[in-house]
């Protein structure tokens, strides 16, 4: 059985102001693609692949390079609402997780096709999340933004690639912070040592692991950590998802 291990330190209130939490909105710009569907969101370089499957569904954003942070942004879950523009802002607010990188297009300046560019603070929205928020035909709109809790369903996900001696685990549905910045695994005949993040949140060890069944304990950015204990059999297969506990 899973156990849960929870640290909440005494100045996470401090930690939690230093990401957004509960702060002031930032003004940004936003746009959209893939599609009406979404479709074309899969993949992405945070590693998660369908969208869909994995429970993230249209709610996504590609972040600037000024937030994607070289990937430790991923999974970060931002409220976002059109700002100052009535001709094609909608009333309401949308909360999205950051699932993808939008790149810089240094050929173009920043107010005219390189709204990725640094420094810029710009989302990529999934077009269906941007039609709630602005009309389609705006194409580029004014937004604020702030950090927030991100709400999912069921526990922490823990995929299980790779081979013999090289593990990469995909790690899904974060909640609490999202963001996940450090990860450690341990087998049951091992103690706990430290992942590397590959790409993305893809988090790799090179420790033998077969027939033994692994433990993670995950750190996310507001310094919230997380131990799932024995989340699979000895069993197990590469290739196989698992699901640990959750942040609240």
């Not at 710009?29 to 429970?55: E, P, R, V």
């Not at 991923?74 to 309401?92: T, Y």
Request: net charge positive; glycine share 14%.
């Amino acid at each position: 059985m899973a156990l849960l291990v929870l640290v909440l330190m005494g100045f996470l209130p401090l930690l939690s102001h230093a990401y957004g939490y509960g702060g002031g909105w930032i003004d940004a710009h936003a746009t959209f693609y893939g599609g009406d569907d979404a479709s074309g969101t899969m993949g992405g370089a945070c590693g998660y692949g369908n969208l869909y499957s994995q429970g993230y569904g249209t709610n996504t954003a590609a972040l600037s390079t000024a937030l994607f942070n070289n990937g430790l942004s991923c999974g970060a879950c931002f409220e976002i609402k059109c700002a100052s523009d009535p001709r094609w802002c909608l009333p309401g607010s949308i909360v999205v997780t950051a699932t993808n990188f939008c790149p810089p297009n240094n050929a173009l300046p920043n107010n005219a096709g390189g709204w990725c560019n640094p420094p810029q603070h710009h989302f990529d929205l999934s077009q269906p999340v941007f039609q709630q928020i602005a009309q389609y035909r705006a194409g580029i709109v004014p937004v604020s933004y702030r950090r927030v809790a991100c709400r999912k369903r069921g526990g922490i996900r823990f995929t299980i690639n790779g081979l013999s001696y090289f593990n990469l685990v995909l790690i899904t549905n974060v909640g609490g912070a999202g963001d996940v910045h450090s990860v450690s695994i341990k087998g049951s005949r091992t103690g706990w040592q430290p992942m590397s993040r590959n790409w993305g949140q893809n988090w790799q060890s090179n420790t033998y692991l077969n027939g033994q069944s692994p433990s993670f304990k995950v750190t996310t950015s507001d310094g919230s950590t997380l131990v799932s204990n024995n989340v699979a059999p000895p069993n197990w297969s590469f290739g196989q998802t698992f699901t640990g506990l959750q942040f609240p």
